[in-house]
Nanobody, 124 residues
């Protein structure tokens, strides 16, 4: 059983920054794609960013490109999401998830394990 635990969410003013972390249990973290998704109230869960198993390839939603950076430390079984220039529209619960072993996918059904989520609120 894989467990994913997010941290780092909070309340920040527009233009500010936050760094989310997701710590994973298990010995096979380095062999899987990892992704970040977000879900705003009343809206569906959407892809934010993903990173390949080695960390060499990343993919971003257009809405966050240039502002967010995904990274991972396989020695620490942790994936990060650095968020800068935050906007009120970035307000959501952010989830990390484990994907497959190859390409980064953008749809939620391509991910099999999910964290409990961390709230990010950006005030205007």
């Amino acid at each position: 059983q894989v467990q994913l635990v997010e941290s780092g969410g909070g309340l920040v003013q527009a233009g500010g920054s936050l760094r989310l972390s997701c710590a994973a249990s298990g010995r096979t973290f380095s062999t899987y794609v990892m992704g970040w998704f977000r879900q705003a109230p009343g809206k569906e869960r959407v892809f934010v960013a993903g990173i390949s198993a080695s960390g060499s390839n990343t993919l971003y939603a257009d809405s966050v490109k240039g502002r967010f950076t995904i990274s991972r430390d396989n020695a620490k079984n942790t994936v990060y999401l650095q968020m800068k220039s935050l906007l009120p529209d970035d307000t959501a619960v952010y989830y990390c998830a484990r994907g497959g072993s190859f390409s980064v996918r953008t749809w939620p059904t391509a991910y099999d394990y999910w964290g409990q989520g961390t709230q990010v609120t950006v005030s205007s």
